[in-house]
């Protein structure tokens, strides 16, 4: 693989002193891969705030560069830039800028602030100081008016002062490249680094794909369940298939892959020895 492909590698802020430990690991282990950049997420409406900091912190503390999600929830202006002040004395210097969604049962409680307006606020209080990533749909977002206007909104993220786009994960690599194709086409120049999700379990990725929007080819949904519970299976189909989808990403021009890797090393460490990334 490219030396210059950006790797970045997501993880979800654990609740127990025990997962804080594993992820440690997983850090350790995943940073010899020489990732740009670990994201830790922001569970929805803020609801993950202290475990996030807490994690986003002692990271870049250590000298991992790790990146927060954030996004406004249900937050004041002033406690969200409080917040924000806090990662910067701690020498965070990357966002992954989000509107997020409202935690179930509070959905209309709160006016969502999209994405595009957190982006400008952190230019306004923050100025240049932060490399801000967003949210990109190639299967587009489910709440879109169409596809046309989630592009078109991607396009204001990034023109309110975003670096780059990360997208959510697909299995389908025509619907990255053709959403690429069309995002230039709407005047975007930013790089948009596809988002990969390693298979290690139907039951949960097609529960989860079907709430986000992206979609399970139908011989993909039928090779899996004809695994049943054999996980063995299961996990070196969804690594044969994932190498497959990163080489074709990364021979066509993707600049980079984003890890959704589960707090877990693996498969995403095989993945990428697949890909000829070694540790070093
Ligand atoms: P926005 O870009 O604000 O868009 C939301 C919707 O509104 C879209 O349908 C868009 O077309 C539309 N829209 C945007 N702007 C406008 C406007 N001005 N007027 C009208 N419509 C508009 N969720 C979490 O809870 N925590 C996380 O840590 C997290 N991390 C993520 C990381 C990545 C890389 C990705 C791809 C998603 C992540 N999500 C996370 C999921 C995300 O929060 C949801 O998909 C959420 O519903 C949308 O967030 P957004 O930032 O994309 O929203």
């Known amino acids: 693989m490219d030396k210059n492909l950006r790797l970045s590698f ?3 802020p654990p609740k127990s002193d025990n997962g804080r430990e594993k992820l440690i690991e997983v850090r350790n282990q995943l940073s010899l891969y020489k990732p740009e950049f670990f994201s830790v997420t922001y569970g929805a409406g803020g ?3 202290d475990n996030t900091k807490g994690i986003v912190k002692e990271f870049n503390e250590s000298g991992f560069s790790t990146a927060p999600h954030l996004s406004f929830g249900g937050d004041t202006e002033e406690d969200v830039a409080a917040l924000i002040e806090e990662y ?3 020498g965070v210097n990357r966002i992954v800028a989000l509107r997020g969604d409202m935690p179930s049962g509070m959905g209309g409680a709160h006016q969502m602030v999209y994405a595009n307006e957190l982006v400008a606020f952190i230019r306004e209080r923050f100025g240049d ?4 990533e967003v949210a990109a749909y190639p299967e587009v977002h489910p709440e879109a008016e169409s596809y046309d206007a989630d592009i078109k909104y991607l396009k204001q993220k990034l ?3 975003a670096n780059s786009a990360i997208t959510q994960y697909f299995f389908n690599p025509d619907a990255y490249f053709y959403f690429v194709d069309q995002c230039q086409a709407a005047g975007i120049t930013q790089p948009i ?3 990969i999700m390693p298979v290690t379990n139907y039951t949960k990725l097609a529960r989860f794909s079907d709430s986000c929007g992206a979609e399970i080819p139908r011989w993909i949904r039928k090779k899996l369940q004809s695994y049943g519970d054999d996980v063995f299976s299961i996990k070196s189909f969804g690594i044969d298939l994932i190498t497959d989808l990163c ?5 066509n021009g993707a600049p980079g892959l984003h890890f959704y890797t589960m707090n877990q090393i693996e498969p995403t460490a095989t993945i990428l020895s697949n890909l000829g990334v070694k540790p070093e």
């Open 193 to 195: 680094y596809p988002g």
């Open 129 to 132: 100081h932060f490399q801000l």
């Open 10 to 12: 997501e993880f979800f």
């Open 47 to 49: 609801s993950t705030r």
């Open 247 to 251: 080489e074709m990403l990364i021979d």
């Open 159 to 161: 023109d309110a002062g």
């Open 88 to 90: 910067k004395n701690a």
